[in-house]
């Protein structure tokens, strides 16, 4: 562990969130991904689904899963999944490379219809419940919360809107996916500000 927070040291000798270091999967996702702004639609959308998915998994089984995702669900484009059918739905339960869940599987279907009714879309609309303060700055793991009344007011939000797999744990686990939140831990090579990235 470092001195200036409980970031532990990776294995290049920088200081990471200690989930960010677990496997080189995490690595890669934490300083690369993980909190980074994301703002156009699809890119929303993917998250959106993904941790939707994630809603009762391990993170890992998710992200190992991804490219499996990405070509199931024709790259998360939201205009091709928003015209999936029956026979998609078939074709998704019957593959081995991602969470064959049929709820979730048909949430991430309609949640692409919902997407695609939104006038000014997914990503302005997710944004528009940025916290207008950020929050003071994590020190250890103990202090990132599972929701937010911000969380709250964006699930609820998606939900009004026809989206689905949704609630307040899954919106904060988005809004730090998507860099609505920075919930690195102080002295993380991957915060915001840290000048040695």
């Not at 890669?28 to 959106?48: F, K, S």
């Not at 669900?73 to 059918?85: E, L």
């Not at 307040?168 to 993380?188: N, R, S």
């Amino acid at each position: 562990m470092t001195a200036a927070a409980q970031t532990m040291l990776g294995p290049d000798g920088r200081p990471r969130c200690p989930w960010g270091i677990s496997t080189p999967d995490y690595v890669a996702y934490h300083d690369d991904e993980w909190g980074r702004p994301v703002r156009d639609d699809r890119g929303m959308y993917e998250r959106l689904s993904l941790e939707a998915f994630q809603s009762g998994l391990s993170w890992i089984t998710i992200l190992r899963k991804r490219a499996a995702f990405r070509a199931a669900f024709a790259g998360f484009d939201p205009t091709v999944v928003a015209g999936f059918g029956d026979d998609d739905v078939e074709r998704l339960l019957s593959d081995t490379g991602i969470v064959r869940n049929r709820a979730k599987i048909l949430a991430t279907i309609g949640n692409a219809r919902a997407a695609l009714a939104l006038p000014a879309g997914l990503a302005a609309l997710t944004w528009s419940y940025a916290p207008s303060v950020q929050a003071v700055a994590p020190r250890s793991a103990a202090d990132v919360p599972a929701t937010t009344p911000d969380s709250v007011a964006l699930a609820r939000g998606l939900r009004s809107h026809g989206f689905r797999f949704v609630g307040p744990t899954t919106a904060y686990a988005l809004m730090q996916a998507v860099g609505m939140v920075d919930d690195h831990l102080v002295g993380c090579v991957a915060r915001r500000g840290v000048s040695d990235r």
